[in-house]
C-alpha cells in the first residue's frame, strides 16, 4: 500500500477562481473552488441568473448524461457538465472536500486538460482535517461488457490503471497506458492529455448544438487525412489521445464519492462505460469493502488499512 494513500482527508486553504469557455455551450464561465468542512464531499452548486441554486454531490447517484462528457443533474435546465477533467484532478492529487461555485452550464474547457485546474489547486495548497479519509477497496472482480468494449474492476494493493482504446484511424491504432496513479504520476503522464476529436465530426456536433467551443486552443483535432491539425502538435508523442482517455477514467472514477483501493482496466471504454462499471461495482456489496487507515501502533509509524462500519459511511449515495 502506498503510503500517499493513507492519512486524513484533506480540503484546500483559500477560494480560487478559474475563468474559461464551455467546450460545449461556447459561452464564458467561472468557477470558484471553496475550502469544505471534512466529510461534505466535492459538491457542485450551479448559480443561476434568476439567483437560485442547483446542488449536486459529486456522486455516481447524481450522474445524468455520460454521451459526450460526464453530466451531473437530469435538467438541462439545471445540470452541470463536463466535470470529468476537474474531478480527475481533485481525485489525483487526493482532495476530498471543496464546494465548487459554478457561473455557467460547464465546466471550463481551459486547454482541454486537467493541468489548469492542477496549477489552481496549487495555488492555495491543501490542508489536512481531523477526519481520516475512507476508501473503497475492491475485494472480487467485477466486469461489464458492451460489445466489444468491457471494463473491470479487481483486487490490487494500491490504485491502478490500465486502459486500451482501438480507434479506425491509423494515426491512434490501439493504445494503451498502464500505471499505479499517485500525485506525481497524474502531474507528469497524464494531467497535459488534451481532449481530441475528428475534424469530420465537428459539423455534426456544432448541427446538434454540441463543441460550440471547440477550437484547436482546446482540443487535439485530427484531419481527414489523419493528422493532427494542431501546430503544436502532441504533448505526448503518439499516445496523447490513451493518456486523455485514462485522465477521463480518473475523473468519472472519483465519483465513487471515495478513493478506490483496486484496479480499473478497459478495453474501448468511455464515459458511459466508466458510470456503468462503477455502478456495477456500488451495487454489488460484496465486491468491496470501506476501509481506512489505522494509528500506527509502532515506533516506526507503519499503518494498515482496517475495515470499518460501511452502513455508517456511503458517501456514493444522496
Known amino acids: 500500500m502506498h503510503m500517499t494513500m493513507l492519512g486524513f482527508q484533506t480540503t484546500i486553504s483559500h477560494p480560487v477562481t478559474i475563468s474559461g469557455t464551455g467546450v460545449h455551450s461556447g459561452a464564458a464561465v467561472s468557477i470558484t473552488f471553496n475550502p469544505s468542512e471534512a466529510d461534505s464531499g466535492i459538491v457542485f452548486q450551479r448559480q443561476h ?27 438541462p435546465a439545471t445540470c452541470i457538465a463536463t466535470i470529468e477533467h476537474v474531478m480527475a484532478a481533485l481525485y489525483a492529487l ?32 491543501l490542508v ?39 480507434f479506425d484511424c491509423p494515426l491512434i491504432g490501439r493504445q494503451a497506458w498502464k500505471g499505479d496513479l499517485t500525485p506525481a504520476t497524474f ?19 456544432w448541427a446538434s448544438g454540441h463543441a460550440l467551443g471547440s477550437s484547436l486552443e482546446n482540443s487535439v483535432v485530427i484531419s481527414d487525412d489523419n493528422t493532427v491539425i494542431n501546430v503544436e502538435g502532441l504533448r505526448y508523442a503518439k499516445d496523447e489521445f490513451v493518456r486523455h482517455k485514462t485522465l477521463d477514467a480518473v475523473g468519472d472514477l472519483a465519483l465513487a464519492g471515495a478513493p478506490f483501493i483496486g484496479c480499473y482496466r478497459s478495453y474501448r471504454g468511455g464515459h458511459k ?21 489505522s494509528t500506527p501502533r ?15 459511511f456511503a458517501p456514493w449515495s444522496l
Open 49 to 75: 441568473d434568476d439567483g437560485t441554486v442547483s446542488e449536486y454531490r459529486a456522486v455516481s447517484s447524481q450522474v445524468g448524461n455520460t454521451d459526450l462528457c460526464t453530466v451531473l443533474g437530469f435538467s
Open 94 to 125: 487526493g482532495l476530498d472536500n471543496v464546494l465548487i461555485e459554478v457561473h455557467g452550464a460547464e465546466m471550463p474547457i481551459m486547454d482541454g486538460s486537467s493541468a489548469p485546474f492542477i496549477d489552481a489547486i496549487d495555488q492555495v495548497g
Open 187 to 205: 502531474r507528469n503522464e497524464l494531467s497535459r492529455a488534451r481532449t481530441f476529436g475528428f475534424m469530420r465530426d465537428v459539423e455534426r456536433l
Open 298 to 312: 509502532s515506533r516506526a509509524g507503519q499503518r494498515e488499512l482496517i475495515a470499518v462500519n460501511a452502513p455508517e
Open 273 to 293: 462505460m466508466n458510470a456503468h462499471a462503477l455502478n456495477a461495482l456500488l451495487s454489488d456489496r460484496t465486491a468491496y469493502e470501506v476501509v481506512e487507515a
Open 128 to 166: 489536512a482535517l481531523s477526519v481520516k479519509r475512507r476508501y473503497i477497496r475492491i475485494v472480487k472482480p467485477v466486469r461489464i461488457e458492451a460489445g466489444a468494449s468491457w471494463a473491470e474492476f479487481s483486487p490490487y494493493d494500491g490504485t491502478r490503471f490500465e486502459v486500451e482504446i482501438d
